[in-house]
């Protein structure tokens, strides 16, 4: 990588001021980026999750690959990541089976460790962090689990403030199974405090809430629907006074805006209940929710930084009216998605959330405050910036400023976000008004000197909204 000395990239940062700006419509909010790039996904996964398992404030990716074990993509600080399961995960050996991935901090050291679920009677694994992103396999810390484990729940079930796990069966001659956290990674087995599922089937899947507002976390059940109490000291009853629908495949998270978590089923029932506290649930769907819902799978997020939980599914948007009612906003979605959701998280550090669609070659990225360039720059030609505010939903332009240097950095500015540029050598390349249904582009011309390939161009924008914020990281080499 070469570097340019501070006159020219004084010289090359001030072109921006004076370039004149053009328009570039925004039709999506979320668009497929050269930038973010992923790598190869495996043949076969049943689940990922997203953690900062390394501390460098950036979302890195875990992948629950079935008998390809655990895959781990590091986030490489502009958006891409690189596959680094090599050195960070430990071999596990052939008995691996990963079925899904957690991760959480069970051993109270201030970084995140893995907790990974395995069917085929596989014994589940516990990976502990070094610090670093770096994780050693302390499955030992488990009690005897050898069994078909087809998902888990992670929560603190004892109300403790530690880690708990709650291993779902998938035999229908194995019960379910919880382990509970002495506070240190070391686990016990406390299945005696558990009701006795196997009569009613093995449900598909759990999730933690608290249905009944009490402080504690029950559980919910899918497939069949049973709602299981916490009744105190990490034991769990069977209960019928709560009053909540059934559905499949069940996202918890407060709609409404009340304080007290709502449910949506995204399956075959799809539904939207709104809590009312004391385990009573109101159903709104005819009222709250499109007809257009088509999947099976879905996510809760605030997609539109309104403060409220939005919906997202793969080719499908839902936003939140700040009531609750859900509007169907899928226009807004990339044209070619997969069919197969992923993961949503801000990848890009520019504070909102974007997407990763399975078996995606790329991130899509939310252009809710984002910068980004069709071409590479090349010497003797016009290296076009795009800046978007807020594509097509904006109500007021959006004033920002473009940050320039020769190379990388990292500093946390607290509420401003992350300053991805050289902190030393950040200059200040322009401002532009963004208008309410265009983006600002930015022609920056190259010189004709050949000198110049191999320079890296670093640019990032700032957002001066109510709360002012950083953008996106945007760094390339002059080819």
């Keep these: 990588m070469r570097i340019l000395d501070f006159g020219l990239a004084m010289s090359l940062a ?139 729940v992670v929560f603190d079930a004892d109300g403790d403030g530690d880690t708990d796990v709650f291993f779902v069966s998938g035999s229908g001659k194995q019960s379910h199974q919880l382990f509970l956290n002495d506070g240190t990674g070391k686990f016990r087995d406390a299945s005696s405090g558990l009701p006795n599922f196997l009569p009613y089937g093995l449900p598909v899947s759990i999730v933690a809430v608290d249905l009944d507002n009490d402080g504690d976390l029950d559980l919910l059940c899918e497939s069949p629907v049973l709602v299981v109490e916490n009744v105190g000291n990490a034991r769990f009853a069977l209960s019928t006074k709560f009053q909540v629908p059934g559905g499949w495949t069940a996202k918890v998270a407060d709609f409404d805006s009340d304080g007290i978590q709502d449910v949506f089923y995204a399956g075959i029932t799809k539904r939207l209940l709104f809590g009312k506290g004391a385990g009573t649930y109101l159903d709104v769907t005819k009222s709250h929710m499109p007809a257009s819902w088509t999947t099976d799978e879905a996510a809760i997020a605030d997609l539109d930084g309104d403060g409220d939980m939005d919906v997202v599914a793969a080719r499908m948007l839902w936003l939140n009216d700040g009531s609750g009612r859900l509007v169907d906003a899928s226009i807004r979605m990339p044209l070619r998605a997969s069919m197969h959701l992923g993961l949503i998280g801000d990848f890009d550090a520019d504070g909102d959330a974007d997407i990763v669609h399975s078996y995606a070659k790329h991130v899509a990225v939310n252009l809710h405050h984002h910068l980004d360039a069709d071409e590479p720059p090349s010497v003797g030609g016009m290296y076009a910036l795009h800046v978007h505010a807020k594509p097509g939903y904006a109500d007021r332009p959006t004033p920002s400023i473009l940050l320039f240097a020769p190379k990388l950095g990292r500093l946390g500015l607290g509420k401003l976000g992350i300053l991805g540029l050289d902190p030393v050598q950040t200059m200040t390349a322009g401002a532009v008004n963004i208008s309410t249904t265009r983006a600002a582009t930015f022609p920056v011309p190259i010189p004709a000197n050949a000198q110049l390939r191999g320079v890296q161009l670093c640019y990032q924008p700032l957002f001066l909204d109510a709360q002012p914020r950083l953008g996106n990281v945007l760094a390339e080499f002059i080819q």
Excluded at 40 to 66: C, F, Q, R
Excluded at 111 to 135: E, H, Q, R
């Design 14 to 152: 001030c072109t921006v001021s004076i370039a004149q700006q053009a328009a570039q419509t925004d039709h999506h909010q979320f668009r497929t980026s050269r930038f973010h790039a992923l790598p190869a996904w495996p043949i076969s996964h049943y689940n990922s999750a997203t953690a900062d398992v390394n501390k460098d404030g950036l979302l890195d990716i875990l992948i629950a690959a079935d008998y390809g074990g655990v895959l781990l993509w590091i986030n490489d600080g502009t958006g891409g990541f690189r596959d680094e399961t090599k050195t960070r995960i430990p071999n596990l050996g052939p008995r691996v089976a990963s079925t899904q991935i957690d991760a959480a901090d069970v051993d109270a050291d201030g970084d995140l460790d893995l907790i990974i679920a395995n069917d085929t009677d596989f014994p589940n694994s516990l990976l502990l962090n070094n610090g670093s992103g770096v994780f050693a396999d302390m499955s030992q810390n488990f009690p005897a689990n050898a069994q078909w484990t087809s998902a888990q």
